[in-house]
């Protein structure tokens, strides 16, 4: 079957997307639409890349489903929170990388009914995170105990976060490796939208919102957006600690994000698939 993919938010990742479409990264995939709130982007985009239908942007994100059989989302928390129950109320897949609109406990259900009543399926890719399947599998039969994420990022990586501005916290201030939040997955994720997906989407495979503690670090000296996931249970005790390059068009977004959004979608018509 081939793939036609939708983009719902013209971003760094929609970028990244939409040339690997057009370069057949993604194999048996076509260009079903593109939404952005900002359509020039979109209709440039379209007119500058070859392989590419220039007629391709969507006025609304709900269109992207008369045209697409799965729909990745990489725009924000608000627009999983306005559009995810409808999209898939049509039947569509959607892939979504804002996951931490889904520390509303409200939303999460409503999303699973929905997925369940269209029979549609609702994907969180593994983004800028390793472990996962590691985490899953000792969450099974209750085989998982504490989950600590660590995230320690350059300052500039965390600018504009609501946590940062409403602690009033000084970025360019800070000389050394700092704390600057310490809670649940569920607290971390509307503190920090842009920056923490990555601890819901472990949540979500682990001990769920309320439990799995997230520490956040800003560090001068730091270059890469550092993750360490702790993890301890009667599966045994697990460490991951990886360095990821953030994307050089956006010091928030991890470049390897990009990459697995791309790798979720790729994996949709292999004829082989690794991995949980």
Do not use: W
């Amino acid at each position: 079957m081939e793939l036609a993919v939708g983009i719902f938010g013209y971003g760094t990742i929609g970028r990244e997307v939409l040339a690997a479409i057009a370069d057949g990264s993604i194999p048996d995939s076509t260009l079903g639409g593109v939404y952005d709130r900002h359509p020039e982007r979109v209709d440039e985009a379209l007119r500058s890349i070859e392989h590419l239908d220039e007629t391709a942007r969507c006025d609304d994100p709900l269109d992207l489903a008369a045209t697409c059989n799965v729909v990745l989302e990489c725009a924000s928390h608000s627009a999983v929170e306005r559009y995810a129950v409808p999209l898939l109320e049509t039947g569509t897949d959607l892939l979504v990388l804002s996951v931490g609109a889904l520390a509303d406990a409200d939303l999460h259900d409503d999303v699973c009914r929905a997925a369940a009543a269209s029979g549609a399926r609702f994907e969180v890719p593994s983004g800028a995170l390793a472990g996962v399947d590691a985490i899953k599998g000792a969450a099974v039969h209750g085989q998982l105990d504490e989950v600590v994420f660590t995230t320690i990022k350059p300052p500039n990586g965390l600018s504009g976060a609501p946590h940062i501005e409403d602690h009033d916290i000084d970025l360019a201030a800070i000389e050394e490796k700092q704390l600057v939040f310490e809670g649940s997955a569920r607290e971390a994720a509307p503190a920090f939208p842009a920056n923490i997906n990555v601890a819901m989407a472990l949540s979500l495979a682990g001990l769920g919102a309320d439990d799995t503690v997230v520490k956040i670090f800003a560090d001068p000296d730091e270059t890469d957006n550092v993750h360490i996931i702790e993890a301890h249970g009667g599966a045994g005790s697990m460490e991951f600690a990886f360095h990821t390059k953030p994307h050089p068009d956006n010091p928030k977004t991890s470049y390897i994000a990009a990459l697995s959004a791309i790798a979720s979608l790729q994996r949709r018509t292999a004829p082989l698939v690794v991995g949980t």
